[in-house]
């Protein structure tokens, strides 16, 4: 009894597209032009009472950011903990 041969399915690379998916009636996502450039950040529920829109949240971490401006030390390089123990 002679054996008939498998039929070897075709490789399918991982990144291409199964046969099984249609796209025909796909479309473009109409937000898409809108979000461009945008960074999306989720704020958790409990800070959306202090911070209810973007400008707020915004105008938060401006001032903050100029905090820390000004609390930033001057020099360019601090000696680590470790560094400063070996120079004893």
Wanted: no cysteine; aromatic share 4%; net charge positive.
């Amino acid at each position: 009894m002679k054996k008939t041969p498998r039929k070897r399915l075709p490789v399918i690379a991982p990144d291409d597209i199964l046969p099984e998916y249609d796209f025909s009636r796909g479309r473009r996502n109409p937000y898409a032009d809108s979000l461009a450039g945008a960074q999306i950040v989720v704020v958790d529920p409990d800070l959306t009472a202090v911070f209810p829109d973007a400008a707020a949240v915004n105008e938060a971490l401006r001032a903050l950011a100029g905090i820390i401006r000004r609390k930033r030390p001057t020099t360019t390089s601090k000696p680590t903990t470790r560094t400063a123990r070996r120079a004893r």
